[in-house]
């Protein structure tokens, strides 16, 4: 093949789906004869294992690691690459691997705060950026830090495919529903905001959906909350969303934080779901207040957030119908062609 994906994990991770499978896919829709393959990442084993927070034994952790350098000898002579081809690997025997092929790399996190502490690892993105053929990012935040690597940067976010959303049917709950969508790693910003939570779903006449593991309410319950766990899957994910009336992605404001993408927010616009958020990183370019939204700093501005949302169905009318208005800025259907095009671009131009 003439080009080769390289995601980091199976399509079970929410990066490697949205950002690798994804537009591979739509690529072979567009395409029936191109020259592409894709190379599974961490295996669905692994992944299922970090995400039910089970200690990973040292022997598969190495069978992971020979995974992702057995992969990288079968390179084609251009590579799309999710953060780094064989994770943990200094930069100089990954540069051995990629000789002369040319590559660009796709990044939706901050990444760099990954290796901070690990003095061989430290300057690895930076290297890898200012070598590449060209890199795609997913916001702001990781725009500005990649332009100072390398001049050849794409700002392409991390998108929905409108079509699923169109699809999915969505009866609304009974009981007026918030909902986040997440994995047990992500849990954890739930968690920061277990004291907002209590306050704002304290009530049996509202209830949050979490979408992510039912595992989750037995290990890890959030206490004195009137929530309902299930189990995250990409074919009912959609189903659930649509039932749900708000959307929330609570974060806590830290350096790993401002870098991540809003993928939840947009997943929830894509449904017509009013948004209400921590005004962090790219949360503040997603949710527009007056339009789709509420940018929120503390539990009182949470808790009229919702009562507003309740209680005002003019305003719930309006703020849904935004949602769904902005959605097709954050969709497949507007960035497949940018990043073909910046794909194409980027390898004939190195």
């Known amino acids: 093949m003439s080009v080769g994906f390289f995601p980091r994990y199976s399509q079970l991770g929410a990066s490697s789906r949205c950002r690798f499978y994804m537009y591979f896919q739509r690529w072979l829709e567009l395409e029936p004869q191109a020259d592409i393959a894709i190379f599974d990442g961490f295996s669905d084993d692994y992944l299922r294992k970090l995400y039910s927070q089970t200690p990973v034994k040292k022997s598969i952790k190495l069978r992971e690691f ?10 084609p002579e251009k590579l799309i690459i999710e953060y780094e081809l064989v994770p943990f690997l200094p930069y100089k025997y990954e540069k051995l691997l990629i000789g002369k092929r040319k590559y660009i790399l796709n990044i939706d996190d901050n990444i760099w705060e990954k290796y901070r502490n690990k003095p061989a690892l430290q300057d690895k993105y930076d290297r890898l950026c200012s070598h590449a053929a060209g890199v795609i990012v997913a916001n702001g935040f990781l725009y500005d830090k990649v332009k100072a690597l390398n001049p050849n940067v794409c700002l392409i976010p991390t998108v929905v495919d409108l079509d ?8 609304k709950f009974d009981t007026f529903t918030a909902v986040w969508i997440g994995t047990p790693v992500t849990y954890k910003y739930l968690e920061s905001f277990q004291e907002m939570l209590q306050s704002v779903f ?32 990409e074919a009912a994910e959609c189903g659930y969303i649509k039932r749900c009336h708000v959307g ?50 503390n539990t009182g501005q949470w808790q009229q957030a919702f009562e507003v ?42």
């Open 66 to 75: 020979l995974r992702m350098i057995l992969r990288a000898f079968r390179l």
């Open 164 to 171: 699923k959303y169109n699809s999915a049917d969505g009866e």
């Open 202 to 233: 304290n009530t049996p006449q509202r209830k949050l959906l979490i979408v992510a593991s039912s595992d989750l309410q037995h290990t890890r319950p959030l206490k004195n909350v009137n929530a309902e766990y299930v189990n995250w899957s």
């Open 248 to 297: 929330i992605m609570p974060l806590t404001d830290d350096e790993f934080s401002r870098g991540k993408s809003a993928y939840k927010l947009l997943q929830y616009q894509a449904a017509g779901l009013p948004l209400i958020a921590s005004p962090v990183g790219e949360n503040k370019k997603v949710v527009l207040p007056g339009i789709n939204g509420f940018l929120v700093e």
């Open 309 to 350: 949302l309740e209680q005002d169905a003019i305003l719930y009318k309006k703020y849904s119908s935004g949602a769904a208005e902005q959605a097709y800025d954050y969709s497949l259907q507007k960035y497949f062609s940018i990043y073909k095009e910046f794909i194409d671009k980027a390898f004939a131009e190195n």
